[in-house]
């Protein structure tokens, strides 16, 4: 049921998805090779790969990667992105990221990048993350976390929940840590930052239904006017802006 939710909701939202800032910047990207160490002669699996814009960035600069998404419509646009830049070596496949089609130690790398927020099953999937890389192989995961406070976190987990209907729960930085020691992922590097993003901007890159944006409206109404939600949930300029924090780990299989 959970992955039907995830499947429907990123089919709907695919064209938005695609087109999110944050789902395509190079900057990021190269972030994330910079920091993991990525090499040339690295074959590089991403879980969870969305549109595939971070497959495609690191095949100009791999020998060969993969991505998989449980979304077919994502898929498309992966495959049609790819095919558009005359890329040939990456593939993209359609499956469900708890059963990875790929023998045990496949690949150099492994990556899933906010991702793991929209999982129930994170212990499953991180069991097939460390299964298909090689040993010594790398492993990054990608996502926002929780907030330290239980009640600001309870606050933006119910504002997630309207504005992408997908959104299952953020784990904290101890959870995903724990998350590679459980699998004997030998961690290496951690970086924490702290994002601001324009909510209007955010809440396009998913698909709502009316009820879910008038839900979403009292939501954030209730939260500006709430003092310990305020120091992360603020107007400035006549626009509405948020904090998130994120973790970015790599590790070793």
Excluded: W
């Excluded at 960035?57 to 830049?85: P, Q, R, W």
């Excluded at 606050?155 to 590679?180: G, P, Q, V, W, Y």
């Amino acid at each position: 049921m959970r992955k039907e939710i995830i499947r429907e909701q990123f089919n709907k939202q695919a064209e938005r998805f695609a087109q999110f800032e944050l789902t395509r910047n190079e900057t990021i990207f190269r972030f994330i090779v910079e920091f993991c160490q990525f090499k040339g002669s690295d074959t590089l699996l991403d879980v969870a790969c969305g549109s595939g814009a971070f497959v495609s960035f690191c095949s100009t600069i791999l020998k060969h990667a993969v991505g998989v998404d449980i979304s077919d419509e994502l898929i498309k646009h992966a495959k049609c992105n790819s095919d558009i830049a005359k890329l040939s070596n990456t593939n993209f496949f359609c499956c469900d990221v708890e059963k990875l089609p790929f023998p045990d130690a496949s690949f150099d790398v492994v990556t899933c990048r906010s991702a793991f927020h929209h999982m129930e099953n994170r212990g499953i999937v991180m069991g097939e993350i460390a299964r298909t890389a090689k040993k010594g192989g790398k492993i990054c995961i990608q996502d926002m976390i929780s907030y330290e406070c239980s009640d600001v976190n309870d606050f933006f987990e119910r504002m997630e929940k309207c504005i992408d209907l997908s959104h299952f729960r953020a784990l904290s930085k101890t959870d995903i840590k724990n998350l590679f020691a459980a699998k004997n992922i030998k961690t290496e590097r951690v970086f924490e930052t702290v994002l601001t993003h324009n909510l209007n901007d955010y809440v396009r890159h998913a698909y709502q239904s009316k009820s879910q944006l008038d839900r979403l409206s009292e939501i954030v109404s209730a939260g500006l006017n709430f003092p310990a939600i305020s120091e992360f949930l603020f107007e400035r300029d006549r626009n509405i802006y948020f904090k998130r924090s994120g973790l970015v780990i790599y590790g070793k299989a």
